[in-house]
């Protein structure tokens, strides 16, 4: 079947722009998270949602950082005014509700700000 | 607070020796751990987990873990490694709330020579 998706694959932005990336968790997920995978500091937790609810948004760095997921599939990850430090990997994934431990992950939005 | 260490960046292994990838842990209350592969070009896969039981867990591949409550450990094993298991490896725990957001090791890459 087909697992979790995200778009745009890269991205590069100039510094000050804002960006969005998508994220398409795999069907049937309710479970869904925003990861950050940059040299410097490794795998980072941004957000989790259970539905369209965030119950957890300890990880996101800054108030430039939103995310949003509506009709409890697609989420889309925000970063305003993006600054040379937000370069990095993004990464989706998704889970069944009960079982939180087996996250599947996309293959991630590489965003380069320039 | 919660966190994860693998101690080692680079494993070298011989093809057909056996493999050990460490990890030790910090958590309040009972940990769930759990380790991922991330092969090149590659999304993030998970391997294999702990959550209760017994403390030598099997996973895909032919991998398994062994938790260690009085070490704090849960160290990636395989009798025997393979060309093919060349990839970056992390460890990663979870609190016992299981809000479903992981705290990630800084990721171990496994060098297997033919």
């Known amino acids: 079947g087909a697992g979790v998706s995200q778009s745009p694959s890269n991205k590069v932005t100039e510094k000050g722009k804002d960006v969005e990336l998508r994220c398409d968790p795999i069907?049937?997920?309710?479970?869904l998270y925003w990861y950050r995978q940059s040299l410097g500091q490794g795998l980072e937790f941004l957000i989790y949602f259970q539905g369209n609810s965030a119950p957890d948004k300890s990880g996101l760095p800054s108030d430039r950082f939103s995310a949003e997921r509506t009709g409890g599939s697609v989420s889309t990850l925000t970063i305003q005014r993006t600054q040379q430090e937000d370069s990095a990997v993004y990464l989706c994934?998704?889970?069944?509700?009960?079982?939180?431990?087996?996250?599947?992950f996309g293959p991630g939005t590489r965003l380069t700000v320039t | 607070a919660q966190s994860v260490a693998q101690p080692e960046d680079q494993v070298n292994v011989a093809e057909g020796n056996p493999l050990t990838v460490k990890c030790t842990y910090s958590?309040?209350?009972?940990?769930?751990l759990f380790w991922y592969v991330q092969y090149p070009n590659r999304g993030l896969q998970f391997l294999l987990k702990?959550?209760?039981?017994?403390?030598l867990v099997k996973g895909s591949y032919g991998f398994e873990a062994e938790f260690n409550k009085s070490q704090t450990s849960f160290h990636l094993k395989k009798p025997s490694a393979l060309v093919s298991d060349s990839a970056l490896y992390f460890c990663?725990?979870?609190?016992?709330?299981?809000?479903?957001?992981?705290?990630f090791g800084q990721g171990t890459t496994l060098q297997v020579k033919p």
């Open positions: 069907s049937g997920h309710t479970a």
């Open positions: 958590v309040s209350g009972n940990p769930y």
């Open positions: 702990y959550i209760t039981g017994d403390n």
């Open positions: 990663a725990v979870s609190g016992s709330s299981n809000t479903g957001k992981l705290i």
């Open positions: 994934a998704s889970s069944y509700r009960d079982r939180f431990y087996e996250q599947y």
